[in-house]
């Protein structure tokens, strides 16, 4: 892993200093709260996601489907908290990180023929998914 790790400190070093592109608004619309979660939206939420769990889940997602109807409450505070605070629960902001080769028949030994392929948490994904739902109301309702 520690070819992955300087590979993140040299493009940190590349950019040091450097200041990001300027922007432009093109619109006065800002978006500055998210609107919390209903239980309905979040039971619909977990019941399309794809049943695939990562090693850090407290329970593996094909259960929580088996038994949204006993954790939708929790499930749904945690989201509400995350859209509200605009942040995850600190044991949300892990993931198993596995390189994978790029491309099959490279070679084995050369760390460069590998991508680094994350695997969040379940819920860190619930989150995302509520937040890019508010995302595109609202650069709908703004015309963007």
């Known amino acids: 892993m ?22 432009t608004s093109v619109t006065d619309a800002s978006l500055l709260t998210l609107l919390p979660c209903s239980e309905d939206e979040v039971r619909q939420l977990i019941m399309q996601s794809p049943t695939k769990s990562c090693m850090l889940d407290p329970i593996p997602t094909f259960l929580l489907k088996e038994l949204v109807n006993v ?3 929790y499930m749904t505070a945690m989201v509400i908290t995350s859209l509200r605070e605009g942040r995850l ?8 990180v596995t390189p994978l080769q790029k491309k099959p028949g490279l070679a084995a030994d050369d760390m460069n023929n590998y991508r680094q392929v994350s695997n969040p948490t379940f819920t860190s994904k619930l989150v995302e998914k509520a937040v890019a739902l508010r995302l595109n109301s609202h650069l709908n309702q703004c015309s963007l």
């Open 2 to 23: 520690w070819f992955f790790d300087d590979k993140v400190k040299a493009v940190r070093a590349a950019m040091n200093g450097r200041q990001p592109p300027a922007t």
């Open 71 to 73: 954790l939708l409450q």
């Open 89 to 96: 629960p600190p044991l949300q902001k892990h993931a198993v």
